[in-house]
């Protein structure tokens, strides 16, 4: 038996071995069920990170100013590397990096309140018939097919909020491709460092035989168990207990660890939440995770809009293009979409509280790196930046875009939870051809 | 739109004496007949251990302990199963469950908006209390309707008051006073239809018009809120009758959903004819949701499905049961012992979950007991009581350790959405692999259960081994088991403390399904 077994040696392969020894029948239970997930469709060309501005960034304030209209506010316009795109000036670094970027200024869609809003964005659906429509870092998830390593296919990183407690993780898709969460979601001091995936690690105390013997006795009390109540729960409880033993493997728990990077490259990204979330997102992409969403919130800015802004794209500036100087520098920007979006945009008309207020009829979003021709501004709001003067964009069209720049067919269908199928994207979106470095399907 | 008559009314069946027995009989028939159109063999009756664990979780909302387990099993008569859910029903933790569970539906704002977090304990007061008095659920919900709310010209009316005080107004309050989110919460909850998809324009499938979800909001247009948040105090303007459709200029009047148009109540606010309306014996869709709610609570699927999506084009699985159970639950005026009583005594709910012949898998048949996960209020009562933790040495400043305890859990499950399926995210699998409750319970220094049992049985392994089964699973093991994991204690890892190797075993009843979940 292992009595002398190397610590170092991976967790899974350990676990796997010794489930065999001692219950060869069972071994199945714990091993992936790789040939049947295989099949199908090739993996995606390339992984996403998407970055969430929970709350509704303003739009024009950051990518669509309007400098020449009492609307525009006081942030002024600045050059970007591309010739005649202008960010706001509190945007200097990523403004480096428009070659690579492209905006989409005309963003319009139907939905002001947060929750719904969010949830419209994220899933590309309105509410309907009671299908619980997956949101994209799902939908990607399961395009990637079965996990490979021992990292997870999506991993969403400081989430709170980004969920309705009335919809499961996952959506129709089940939990297998619910998000691995990131960042503790409570306040609760005990439950470890801000940044880290919660009670990764073995309890203190607990040698590995003790692990080795506990797996067993689990093994052997849940069989029977679970054999005679086959169906959907059965197999969440063995596929979660088979990934979460993977993920403790040190090879996966070194992937969240940032103590590997050197200071100074952590300093690069900004020593807050978002910067760090952001250098964990190109740990993850390295590591071929195929979708990773970092949230930075606050953008809710109906009073005090401006003073809020600037602070946000100070964090947001520094920590996205050092982003794109990693992913630039290590190869990894062709096979990287960025995106920049969230739930809505805010009134070009400043409200008496020097706030801006929820505007979905025509806003902002940023598209950039893999799959991507950048360098370039999509659609045009009016010079009041009320409504949207040429190339309208909607939910479904943006979504569309993601999937063709991730090399997915936006026509793709899974089976939902009311056993209709359901396109990837609506059947209506069209993608953003001009912005693609491939054309769609 | 389809009048009432065509959507629920179609042969009413007698209504029932009130008696229970005769209810189960019914609901057998009725499945039964399904069952033989369908061709599928139900599963068994689940033995007692089984049966026990079920009815503790779903009617007081924990696990019994092991020695309740003992003594039920030890228990001849004949009508025990009865007789339990009788004693569980009148057990003050009956009441308390019942209250979390129905604040879960009718406040889940409260999992988003941590702040509301302050209604959580008035309103399950109230719930409470209500149940402990055994109102009727008509009354219950006129409660919530017809709350008082002061006059413009009065002082405003407080949301939040003593926070232990039975507060039945915290339903308005958490729906932020909006009368839109009131109407759309309250039909679909309490008539188990979903309106709100016609908030904003009319839906080509749903037979709801716009006017129609805006004339069910006119009701409560007279609220309002004296300030800005969730716990500013309300007035109301009592004869305002009309709301705006949609912050357009035009203006919808009450009117109910089968067309009826309120008598004109004076100065009476339209809330009290909106709920007498909806409680009425004769609207047909009350009674039918709340029977579907709480057969899918204890059966694990409603007989329509979703519970709260009752339409046309949505029929339930069995709607002559439906009818039936809703009618004698309307005659028995709404009283929910009556009905929890009569689904607990019915074969249906008392098979096993076993899958024991092909088919029975089909949820809407119910021919074996689904499986279901604990609501998280269920779970973290019974690791409490499963594991006692119990570290007094270990009190956090001011903080009730327990309470902390149990606070972490409802966290961690309250983020895993989903109240029928149990599905396991690799989140909640790391939780109780690795997280510091089971690991304290799961050690001799800290775990209370495993220092009694070696304590109380100090050389006898096979009855350590039979107390833990009995601790979490609510069972004995069987004498495989038993052998089995006797033999893995004795003969492995000889270097590691007994105490250590017990802790073992308890780690992986905590970690298993079958400790996880109502089944």
């Known amino acids: ?441 | 739109m389809i009048p009432w008559i065509l959507l629920g009314l179609i042969g009413v069946p007698p209504a029932y004496s009130g008696d229970q027995d005769a209810l189960a009989r019914a609901i057998d028939t009725r499945i039964a007949e399904h069952l033989s159109i369908e061709s599928v063999e139900p599963a068994p009756p689940a033995d007692d251990a089984e049966f026990l664990r079920r009815a503790s979780l779903d009617l007081i909302g924990c696990i019994p302990t092991a020695d309740e387990v003992r003594a039920f099993l030890a228990d001849s008569d004949l009508d025990k199963r009865s007789k339990l859910v009788d004693r569980l029903i009148a057990d003050v933790r009956h009441a308390r469950h019942f209250a979390r569970t129905w604040r879960a539906l009718l406040l889940p704002e409260i999992e988003t908006e941590p702040q509301l977090r302050y209604l959580q304990p008035g309103f399950e007061k109230f719930l409470e209390q209500r149940r402990l008095e055994n109102a009727g659920f008509d009354v219950i919900v006129r409660d919530l309707l017809t709350v008082p709310i002061a006059s413009p010209d009065q002082t405003p009316e407080f949301v939040l008051r003593d926070l232990n005080q039975p507060n039945p107004i915290a339903f308005i309050a958490s729906k932020n006073a909006d009368p839109a989110k009131i109407a759309s919460s309250s039909i679909r909850t309490f008539l188990g239809l979903r309106l709100e998809c016609a908030e904003c324009h009319n839906h080509p499938f749903d037979p709801w018009t716009r006017e129609q979800f805006w004339s069910q909001a006119a009701f409560f247009a007279g609220i309002e809120r004296r300030g800005k948040g969730p716990f500013a105090p309300l007035v109301e303007v009592a004869d305002r009758k009309e709301i705006s459709l949609m912050n357009t200029e035009r203006m919808v009047p009450v009117q109910f959903l089968d067309e009826a148009k309120p008598r004109p109540a004076g100065t009476q606010s339209p809330r009290v004819e909106f709920a007498a309306w909806m409680t009425s014996p004769s609207n047909p869709y009350f009674a039918k949701a709340i029977v579907n709610r709480v057969w899918s609570q204890l059966l694990g699927t409603g007989l329509t499905e979703p519970v709260d999506d009752y339409s046309a084009a949505n029929p339930p699985s069995h709607p002559e049961l439906l009818d039936e159970i809703a009618a004698a639950f309307r005659a028995s005026r709404y009283d929910v012992s009556f009905l929890l009583r009569a689904i607990c005594r019915s074969e249906a709910y008392r098979r096993t979950s076993r899958l024991t012949h092909d088919n029975q898998s089909q949820p809407e048949l119910f021919a074996r007991m689904a499986i279901r996960p604990m609501s998280p209020d269920q779970f973290a009562d019974s690791l409490v009581l499963a594991v006692q933790v119990q570290p007094a040495d270990e009190r956090v400043a001011g903080d009730d350790v327990e309470e902390l305890d149990r606070r972490r859990i409802l966290n961690l499950l309250q983020a895993e959405g989903s109240a029928t399926d149990p599905a396991t995210s690799v989140t909640q699998a790391l939780a109780f692999m690795n997280g510091r409750i089971v690991d304290r319970a799961t050690k001799l220094a800290t775990g209370a259960r495993l220092q009694r049992i070696l304590d109380e049985f100090p050389d006898e392994l096979d009855r350590q081994i039979d107390e833990l089964f009995l601790a979490t699973l609510s069972r004995l093991p069987t004498d495989a088991e038993r052998d089995s994991i006797a033999t893995t204690l004795k003969t492995e890892h000889a270097n590691q403390e007994r105490g250590d190797r017990l802790g073992n075993l308890l780690w992986a009843l905590l970690n298993s399904p079958e400790f996880r979940w109502n089944h």
């Open chain 1, 1 to 441: 038996m292992f009595t002398q077994r190397d610590s170092m040696l991976p967790r899974r392969l350990w676990l796997g071995s010794t489930a065999a020894l001692a219950f060869g029948a069972s071994l199945r239970c714990w091993m992936p069920a790789v040939a049947a997930a295989v099949e199908g469709s090739p993996r995606p060309k390339r992984s996403c990170i998407l970055l969430w501005m929970n709350g509704g960034p303003s739009q024009t304030d950051t990518f669509d100013l309007k400098p020449d209209h009492a609307n525009g506010g006081p942030f002024r316009p600045i050059e970007t590397r591309t010739p005649g795109i202008q960010f706001s000036e509190h945007l200097p670094e990523i403004a480096k990096w428009s070659e690579h970027l492209a905006v989409v200024r005309s963003m319009s869609t139907k939905e002001g309140d947060h929750g719904r809003a969010r949830d419209n964005l994220r899933t590309g659906y309105f509410p309907q018939a009671s299908i619980q429509f997956p949101v994209l870092g799902s939908l990607v998830a399961k395009e990637a097919g079965e996990q490979t390593g021992d990292l997870p296919n999506y991993v969403s990183v400081f989430s709170r909020g980004l969920f309705s407690p009335g919809m499961p993780p996952g959506g129709f898709l089940g939990p297998s491709y619910a998000p691995l969460v990131v960042g503790r979601e409570s306040d609760d001091q005990m439950a470890g460092p801000p940044l880290s995936v919660e009670n990764l690690a073995v309890a203190r105390g607990i040698s590995p035989e003790q692990v080795d013997e506990r797996l067993r006795l689990l093994s052997a009390l849940e069989q029977p168990f679970l054999a005679a109540r086959p169906g959907a729960a059965a197999e969440s409880h063995r596929e979660a207990y088979r990934k979460a033993n993977r993920l403790m493997s040190p090879a996966a728990a070194k992937a969240f660890s940032l103590d590997h990077e050197p200071a100074d490259v952590r300093d690069r990204y900004g020593r807050g939440q978002f910067g760090q979330g952001c250098l964990l997102a190109r740990r993850l992409v390295e590591r071929n995770v195929p979708f990773v969403e970092v949230s930075l919130g606050g953008w809710d800015t109906h009073e005090a809009n401006f003073p809020r802004v600037q602070s946000l794209c100070g964090t947001l500036d520094t920590a996205w293009s050092a982003l794109m100087r990693d992913l630039s520098e290590r190869g990894l920007l062709e096979t990287t979409l960025v995106v920049w979006m969230g739930e809505f945009g805010r009134t070009p008309v400043i409200n008496p509280r020097q706030g801006r207020d929820h505007y979905p009829k025509a806003w902002s979003v940023v598209l950039g790196g893999g799959g991507i021709r950048g360098g370039q501004v999509v659609g045009r709001t009016d010079a009041s930046g009320l409504v949207v003067d040429d190339r309208q964009v909607s939910t479904p069209d943006l979504l569309a875009t993601i999937f063709v720049a991730l090399g997915i067919d936006p026509r793709k269908q899974n089976m939902s939870n009311v056993a209709r199928p359901i396109r990837l994207a609506d059947p209506d979106a069209k993608p953003i051809a001009e912005i693609l470095t491939e054309s769609p399907a």
